[in-house]
């Protein structure tokens, strides 16, 4: 049994030397910023959240990784449980949060009881002609330059030393369920793609993915869900002349399914862009797979450490 089942990803936080650099960047990721008055850099998408990233003043580094409660009550009875308090959430939107370090020193925000905001407008899809229906007539498509436009955050990949004791802190206290575990060979799995527990209600192929890694602990990346596939691809140009530094896409993953375009924030981080991602329920269960299925792709741009091995 688990302290609580998390209903989704809230949030990433990190330290950077110029918050003015990050907004920038941010902007053309496709997240609208503000600075609260603490100085404190927040970034939100079109969708409710009230805040997706979040940045200080610091030296370069990730700081948090953050996961909602589905309510206030669960967050204390979970705080009840780890013998701590929670703190009202100094943030947009508010709340409560429960802090947590995970076996590898990570700092884990889980929060509660946040104001949602009006949802922004999202573009939508043109139709698609193709050779089995033609829904599009006597229309052209024409799309705007321009960001993509960010929704929400979907994910976040942590690299740890101990993946199966890292793998059973979080699903105690979290409810993850496995979508695909990671096998490097039979019988030593090094990782696992975690998706929340929330019934018959479809949720993400995975809301964390946590791998074993040689260098140690670390943040991978954050990503991030965008309108559709040509939004994808116009941010993708918009970055691209924006002199942004990429690190893989675009392609279709096999893990997830998802199309993703990774890029770099100025300090090295990596966001990633993705659309037209896998969903489950609880009752659809786990699969093993290698590591070719991990970083291969159905099409598009190959892993790029796999490409120069």
Not at 44 to 55: D, S
Not at 61 to 73: D, K, M, P, Q, W
Not at 269 to 286: K, N, P, R, S, V
Request: charged share 25%.
């Amino acid at each position: 049994m688990s302290g609580l089942k998390v209903e989704d990803i809230a949030h990433v936080r990190f330290s950077a030397p110029d918050l003015g650099e990050m907004a920038r960047f941010l902007e053309a990721f496709g997240l609208t910023t503000e600075t609260a008055a603490d100085g404190t850099l927040y970034a939100r998408g079109a969708g409710p959240a009230p805040f997706v990233h979040a940045t200080h003043q610091g030296d370069a580094g990730f700081v948090a990784i953050g996961f909602r409660a589905e309510s206030l009550a669960d967050l204390e009875r979970l705080a009840e449980m780890e013998g701590l308090a929670t703190a009202a959430l100094d943030a947009p939107g508010g709340g409560r949060m429960l802090v947590l370090t995970d076996p590898d020193g990570h700092r884990v925000e889980v929060v509660a009881g946040q104001r949602p905001l009006a949802p922004r407008p999202i573009p939508s899809a043109a139709a698609r002609n193709t050779a089995a229906g033609h829904p599009r007539e006597r229309a052209t498509v024409r799309l705007t330059e321009g960001p993509s436009t960010v929704v929400r955050l979907g994910h976040a990949v942590l690299e740890v030393r101990d993946f199966r004791a890292s793998e059973a802190w979080y699903k105690a206290r979290f409810g993850f369920l496995t979508s695909d575990e990671i096998e490097a060979a039979p019988g030593f799995a090094i990782g696992a793609f975690l998706r929340c527990d929330r019934g018959d209600a479809p949720t993400d192929h995975h809301t964390l993915f946590l791998l074993q890694s040689p260098k140690g602990p670390g943040f991978n990346h954050a990503a991030f869900e965008v309108a559709h596939l040509d939004d994808l691809m116009c941010g993708h140009e918009h970055l691209k002349r924006d002199g942004r530094t990429p690190a893989w896409g675009v392609g279709r993953h096999i893990l997830g399914s998802q199309v993703f375009d990774y890029w770099k924030d100025p300090w090295g981080h990596e966001l990633e862009h993705w659309t037209d991602g896998d969903l489950f329920t609880a009752a659809d269960g786990a699969n093993t797979v290698t590591l070719k299925e991990l970083l291969g792709v159905q099409w598009g741009m190959g892993f790029p450490m796999a490409a120069k091995a």
